[in-house]
């Protein structure tokens, strides 16, 4: 949004062909600007009021040719719905597919979301603000959500927030200085809930007894399990990234992974993303120790099966990446 302070008025003109007969006229840096009113009167009161906001120092849009403080007053009648939509159109070309998948669900209440979206300017009252981030802790069913979840969902409407400020419907980020704590929420793991190391010998044995693809995902859902990997990071994994000794503790070199976001969320039409390690830059990398139950179990998987043209260790029948539904169904 350009700013400037040069700005000029011309005497009110009278069209006597247009309905709207008389017109306010000033320039903007240069750039004509001009309003039509039905009578003189109206037209005159107009332009005092421009001419008003210039004296008083005010700097006027150069594309709308507005003062600063209509421009601001009219950007807060903006709805909540509306700048949202901004924000993901701006994200949007340096986005994943698999959040353009996730960022689409949410915009899938859109005519309930038109009708009942705040103004931008009702969120400078801090009432206001606060019971909207009192609703970010709670999920649809009523029930408290995880931190984990709050904490991201609160960092989102921060971004947005920080558009609304790049583009002039607030003057700064009301969440600035506001007094709000995201209630506690009880993120404890259930030790019920987690196998212990016998268990997991046991499933992953069961796995490997399964007809079909159940040896081959045998080492798949091991690292998993000894190596703390997240599925697209099993996915991705070539040899090269692995160092599998004979004996003793091993080492995994980790450099990303692959994600199926799907061919109508992807720029080039592909159903499957290569994106680099989790909340990491681009081509960092983490090592990972592995203990020998695992070196004994990938070098066994290479010995059994070989590695795909590219050097990844697991691949389906026709060679491809693994399907997140094809490894769920074999442990399921």
Known sequence: MAMSYKVRFWDIRERSDRRKGFEVRWTVNGREKSESFLTKGLAESRRAKLMTAARDGEPFDTRTGLPASELRALKQRTTWYVLAREYIEQRWDRTPGNTRRTLADGQTALDWLQRHSLPVGELDDPDVLRRGLDALCRKVDGTAAAAKTVKRKKAAVNEVFGVAVERGYLAQNP??????????????????????????????????????RGPHLYAFFGCMHYAAMRPAEVIHLQKSQCRLPVSGWGLLNLKGGVVTAGKEWTDDGAVHEIHSLKRRAAKATRSVPIPPVLVRMLREHIRSFGVAPDGRLFRNAAGNYIDASAYGITWG
């Open 175 to 212: 969440l600035n200085g506001l007094r709000w704590t995201a209630p506690e929420v009880a993120d404890e793991v259930d030790p019920d809930c987690v196998p212990n190391p016998a268990q997991v010998a046991r499933s992953l044995s069961a796995v490997r007894a399964l007809p079909g």
